[in-house]
């Protein structure tokens, strides 16, 4: 009985066993036994159960003979299984948990106990064994229970893990949902902002442009006036017919009038004068010698001699001052009238115009006022009204009568203009902004607006310009020339001349690259400094006047041209700068200067004289020389001439240094 309840105290620790589950049942099940029941079967069973039994036990533990309690080999772990003590102990180690079996035997043999008291021995077991099963069964009820426990606490546990991961997707689908809706409200202001910012935008280009609207139409009246006013003062261009032809006839104004009536006055002044003088003089001979037979005139005092004569004098010099003041007076309305004559015809292009409504090209360029028409195309002063910045817009249009060949020809050079200017960027260079299609037959390119005109104008309006200015413009006009030199394909401008000469807040500025060459890579031969060579395919364009002696060759092949040809044209800006006029060609037409061949007959260069010539240094004398000899290999390259003594000295060292130098590299 005490062995039962050791029994049943180890099958209430196997029922409490929390920790060890159903690994524990696994275990009771597995027929593991221990010493105390090896006892007790040994004296309840027969001779070869215990046999049997004894065999089994061996088996499941290794080698050791239970039966006996003799160390027969080692356990399952390797370990050595001490046989039991003699006081009936067991020798196993006590961290191994002992298996409920081993209180537990398989019920002995039906044969009829030899003994009374073993008859009892065998009830008593069969009664162990009998509460021992029902002990067992309560165990395995208990573990079911609780495994099922721990089954519905695990089922709960993956619940709440499957609410928990629910509620994190709901709460990343929150903060998913929330960050949506914050950049949906950032998209929403920075739309509303965009579209606010281009209402503002809008107004303000509205405002903008009626505004400069306003403005060109007032200065467009005001120049109407001042037209006006000066038509009647200076002269106006009239039409005359002529059988088929229509001829320019300019009407003198009142201005002139008013010059021929002081011209009148000064030749009657001078007239008079010499009357006054011969009648003093006839007066003085009278007195030396009278006629026989008549009355002796009073003689006249050798005072009033010296007087007379110093007086006829000083009246001379006031008549010579009166008609150089009259000349110059002549000289200003010349001026004046060519000025006119350009602003009138520029009024009229502008009034025939299609584009002199005021315009918005591109949705961006405001077209204001013409600055000047060309064979093919206008260029207006406009506004952009993106960058709030003055333009000019220069518009090239097809006419549709053009032959083929002449449209090709055409397209050919205004894209050339554009393919260059859009690669330049140097201030010397005027800035080429954009480029757009106005229409099936035209393009606009858009430059940079230069607001002092260009240096043609101003020598109708000053005719020269003292050495010191002119030599600033013409430095800066290689400098430019040096950039287009600086390049990886070299470029010629070719149609170098005061008109492509711009002005722009007191600086130079090279504009009109639409005859200008571009030299391939393999074309630019020679030392480091020297000119390369192109053929000129397009000879006969051009303006005669500035273009040198190889342009004009006459062969079998083609004439070779170099940057040379810019030399020349900047030159002969400069001679005329200097002295107010061409060195050849001054007063003719390009037709005459062809037919004549005045180009190339000019070997050389001269240089006017007289009173009336401006002072001129003798090293700007010889550095238009340099620029303007007749050879192409005796002409300085551009790189060579901007290194000309003449143009690196600062200040007055440029007139008053002495000495030529020689610069042809």
């Known amino acids: 009985m005490l062995q039962a309840s050791n029994g049943d105290s180890r099958m209430s620790n196997a029922s409490q066993g929390d920790s060890r589950g159903p690994l524990f049942g696994a275990y009771v099940h597995s027929g593991a036994t221990g ?20 065999g089994r036990k061996k088996r499941k533990h290794g080698g050791e003979d239970v039966g006996s309690g003799k160390k027969t080999g080692q356990g399952k772990r390797g370990r050595a299984i001490d046989a039991p003590s003699p006081d009936g102990k067991s020798g196993q180690a006590p961290d191994r948990p002992r298996p409920i079996t081993q209180f537990f ?45 721990l089954e519905a606490r695990a089922a709960a546990l993956r619940d709440q893990e499957a609410a928990v991961l629910r509620r994190e997707e709901n709460i990343a689908e929150l903060e998913e949902d929330a960050r949506e809706r914050a950049r949906e409200a950032a998209r929403q202001d920075v739309q509303d902002a965009a579209a606010l910012r281009r209402q503002h935008d809008q107004h303000v280009r509205t405002v903008v442009r009626r505004l400069l609207v306003k403005a060109a139409q007032d200065q467009r009246a005001a120049e109407a006036a001042k037209l006006a006013g000066d038509t009647a003062r200076v002269g106006r261009v009239s039409y005359m017919r002529r059988g088929m032809l229509v001829q320019e006839v300019w ?40 006629a026989s ?50 602003e009138i015809k520029r009024v009229q292009d502008q009034s025939t115009s299609k584009y002199s409504n005021f315009p918005l090209l591109n949705n961006r360029y405001l077209l204001l006022h013409l600055l000047g028409k060309g064979g093919f195309s206008e260029v207006y002063h406009s506004f952009d009204l993106q960058n709030l910045e003055q333009v000019a817009c220069k518009i090239h249009e097809l006419n549709p009568q053009w032959s083929e060949e002449k449209r090709t020809n055409y397209m050919k050079h205004a ?23 106005v229409s099936t037959d035209g393009f606009c390119t858009v430059l940079e607006h230069c607001d002092s005109g260009d240096l043609e104008h101003l020598l109708k309006e000053k005719r020269t310009l003292p050495e010191r200015e002119a030599r600033s413009i013409i430095m800066q006009v290689f400098a430019g020339l040096k950039y287009l030199n600086e390049q990886k394909q070299k470029i010629i401008h070719y149609d170098l001349k005061p008109g492509n000469i711009l002005f722009h807040n007191g600086e130079v500025k090279i504009s009109d690259f639409g005859l200008s060459k571009v030299m391939e890579e393999q074309e630019i031969t ?12 397009s000879q006969g364009a051009g303006t005669y006047w500035y273009l040198p002696p190889e342009c004009f060759e006459v062969g079998t092949s083609p004439p070779k041209i170099s940057s040379k040809v810019d030399v020349w044209s900047a030159g002969v800006i400069f001679y005329q700068m200097l002295f107010g006029c061409k060195p050849f060609g001054h007063g003719m037409s390009q037709d005459h200067m062809l037919r004549d061949q005045v180009i190339t007959k000019s070997t050389s260069v001269k ?18 020389r340099r620029c303007l000899a007749y050879r192409a290999s005796e002409r300085p390259s551009v790189m060579g001439i901007f290194q000309d003594p003449y143009l690196r000295h600062t200040g007055r060292q440029a007139s008053t240094a002495g000495g030529p130098a020689s610069a042809n590299p």
């Not at 020679?526 to 395919?537: C, H, K, N, S, V």
């Open 526 to 537: 020679g030392a480091a400094g020297a000119a390369g060579e192109i053929e000129l395919t």
């Open 105 to 149: 035997q398989p019920r002995p043999s039906a044969a009829a106990p030899a003994t009374p008291h073993a008859a009892h021995r065998s009830t008593v077991d069969g009664q162990d064994e009998i509460d021992s099963g029902g002990k067992l069964a309560e165990a395995e009820q208990a573990l079911k229970r609780r495994e099922a426990a």
């Open 35 to 54: 010493p105390d029941r090896e006892g007790r079967g040994a004296e309840s069973g027969s001779g070869a159960q215990r046999e049997r039994e004894r």
């Open 293 to 342: 037979g008549q009355m002796a005139p009073p003689p006249v005092p050798t005072d009033e001699q010296a007087e007379q004569e110093e007086i006829y004098r000083l009246r001379a010099q006031k008549l010579k001052d009166r008609d150089k003041e009259l000349a110059e007076k002549r000289e200003r309305l010349e001026r004046e009238k060519h000025t006119l004559i350009r």
């Open 607 to 624: 240089f006017p004289e007289g009173k009336d010539v401006p002072k001129v240094s003798e090293r700007a004398k010889e550095f238009v």
């Open 415 to 437: 894209t050339r203009e554009y393919e260059i200017q859009k690669k330049l960027s140097h201030t010397r260079i005027v800035r080429l902004v954009d480029v757009f299609e």
């Open 251 to 290: 009407e003198k104004g009142s201005a002139w009038g008013e010059l021929e009536r002081l011209q009148d006055e000064l030749a009657q002044d001078r007239e008079r004068l010499d009357r006054d003088r011969k009648a003093f003089q006839k007066r003085c001979r009278a007195a030396l010698a009278p």
